[in-house]
């Protein structure tokens, strides 16, 4: 077993703390990853802080990974070592059901394995997070990523990336398409450049008047605070496409009297719970839809796509023993755009 360092939730309340603990040897088709960067998703919190239900303390946070590859298995044939690797929401998936031989290994249908506070494959092993030096996934999990990118603003593409990327692809979003993003952290900021980068004109929707200059950098075209109800009144019917990327309970209704006819919601945002009068849909043909993530095939096209057009995320990083100011901070919309733990802190 391999001795590794972390911080953990124990407990619904309590702050991450320093946790050692031990990881799985390398097996024939792992792939060791020495942690460079994680970035702070605002998951991370929902999970340490047990808001779905679903927490399994004690807890290694931690799904936007980059690090350098520290040793292979005997059968890894796409790494070698020092390769510059990336690890996201997923470790392991059944690898055998349709959807996981469709590419959506995200969706599998008998376990996806996420990257942290779920069982592995074997029903029993806890995984643990990227809030730690090192972690041992097998090799068809583990993405490359290009030295072209600063490494601490690719480590969010691994989630708050490929989350904005798949839908806005999925959607066929481009020019011509009016497309509001509403909320601006880490999956608004992705959502900006690359709903931008694909030829839309964006239209930042956020309750924060200081982040109008910074949503105009990233990419939008207009600003509409969402706190001033004449500003929402002018967009009635406006948009092709609003992502939703808030993560606390808000009024979906007034989002979605923002679409045109036809115009389609993609939520991506997980409070525990959102409502949505039927009348706002039928009304106009209008879609609601969600999107989690995306399989491993278009997470390394993503990844490819920012490479090639020099999209990462803006980021502050911060050592690991600031991490819990930073959920605090994150919780009050306090982040430019995207908390990044360098590891070599924990080292
Ligand atoms: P984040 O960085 O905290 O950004 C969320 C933004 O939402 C805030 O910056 C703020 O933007 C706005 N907001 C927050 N609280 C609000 C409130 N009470 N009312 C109105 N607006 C509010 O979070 P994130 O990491 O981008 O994650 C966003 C959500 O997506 C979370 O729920 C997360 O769990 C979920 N998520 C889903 C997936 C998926 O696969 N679907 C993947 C990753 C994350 P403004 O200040 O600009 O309004
Ligand atoms: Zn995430
Ligand atoms: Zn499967």
Redesign the pocket.
């Known amino acids: 077993m391999l001795a590794t360092k972390g911080y953990a939730a124990h407990n619904a309340t309590s702050e991450l703390v320093p946790f050692n603990f031990e990881r799985r040897d390398v097996g024939p088709n792992d792939v060791l990853v020495e942690i460079h960067y994680c970035g ?4 991370d ?2 999970n340490a802080r047990n808001e779905w239900g679903n927490a399994i303390y004690p807890m290694v946070p931690g799904h936007e990974i980059v690090g350098r590859v520290k040793e292979v298995g005997r059968n890894v044939s796409r790494f070698r070592l020092r390769d510059l690797v990336g690890v996201g ?1 997923m470790v392991d998936s059944c690898g055998k059901c349709e959807n996981c031989r469709r590419g959506l290994e ?1 969706c599998c249908v008998n376990h996806t394995v996420l990257t942290y506070n779920t069982p592995e494959l074997d029903g029993k092993t806890i995984t643990y997070g990227g809030y730690s030096n090192q972690i041992v996934v097998t090799e068809k999990f583990v993405h490359h990523v290009s030295d072209k990118l600063p490494a601490s603003g690719v480590a969010p593409l691994l ?2 990336g ?2 904005t990327y798949s839908p806005l692809r999925r959607w066929k979003v481009g020019k011509g398409h009016k497309v509001g993003v ?9 959502a900006v450049k690359f709903a931008s980068s694909f030829g839309a004109e964006v239209t ?5 008047a200081s ?1 109008e200059n910074d ?1 105009k950098k990233l990419g939008a075209e207009n600003f509409v605070l ?1 706190t001033d109800e004449k500003q929402i009144l002018k967009m009635r019917n406006y948009f092709d496409f609003i992502v939703d ?6 009024d979906h209704d007034k989002v979605i009297d923002m679409l045109n006819v036809y115009g389609v919601l993609i ?5 525990p719970a959102i409502t949505i009068n039927p009348h706002k849909l039928t009304w106009g043909d209008r879609v609601a839809t ?4 995306g399989g491993l095939k278009e997470t390394q096209e993503m990844l490819d796509y920012c490479a090639e057009k020099g999209i990462s995320s803006d980021v502050e990083v911060i050592p690991m023993n600031k991490i819990n100011e930073a959920f605090d901070r ?2 009050k ?1 306090d ?1 430019k ?2 908390f990044v733990i360098d590891m070599a802190t924990l080292r």
């Open positions: 702070v998703c605002h998951s919190i929902h929401v995200h989630c708050a490929i989350t509403m909320g601006l952290g880490g999956l608004g900021h992705m930042m929707l956020s309750r924060s982040k949503a969402t990327t808030v993560s606390a309970a808000h939520n991506v945002g997980l409070p969600g999107s989690m993530i994150t919780m919309g982040v755009y995207r």
